[in-house]
């Protein structure tokens, strides 16, 4: 079995990914339970890679489609993460008591 050669470039970080990850976002606008987003996340990859990046070559395709996926999950993780992380630390300086001296 020979493995298939991937042609990547530097658009299919910067534009697939980050497709992913807004497109995902607006399936929230839709009443779907939140644990399927990461599966649509996945999915969502698989299409933009094997039907426009990658369009000759199947297993290309699904190779970049579980990184594209991958990749808009762990980003929204971490922003996430960080995000409520910010608003905690924020939330705990103001509920902090001064003293007064």
Same mark, same amino acid.
């Given at each position: 079995?020979?493995?298939? %050669?991937? *042609? %990547?470039?530097? /658009?299919?970080?910067?534009?697939?990914?980050? #497709?992913?990850?807004? =497109?995902?976002? !607006?399936?929230?606008?839709?009443?779907?339970?939140?644990?399927?987003?990461?599966?649509?996340?996945?999915?969502? $990859?698989? /299409?933009?890679?094997?039907?426009?990046? *990658?369009? $000759?070559? /199947?297993?290309?395709?699904?190779?970049? $489609? #579980?990184?594209?996926?991958?990749?808009?999950?762990?980003?929204?993780?971490? =922003?996430? %993460?960080?995000? !409520?992380?910010?608003?905690?630390?924020? #939330? +705990? +300086?103001?509920?902090?008591?001064?003293?007064?001296?």
């Amino acid at each position: 079995m020979e493995f298939p %050669t991937i *042609h %990547t470039n530097i /658009l299919d970080g910067v534009l697939a990914v980050p #497709a992913v990850l807004i =497109l995902t976002q !607006c399936f929230k606008l839709f009443p779907i339970p939140r644990q399927y987003f990461p599966t649509i996340a996945s999915i969502l $990859g698989f /299409l933009i890679s094997i039907l426009i990046s *990658h369009r $000759g070559d /199947l297993w290309a395709g699904v190779f970049m $489609g #579980a990184f594209y996926g991958s990749a808009a999950i762990g980003t929204y993780s971490s =922003l996430k %993460t960080a995000w !409520c992380a910010y608003k905690q630390k924020k #939330a +705990k +300086k103001r509920k902090k008591p001064r003293l007064q001296t």
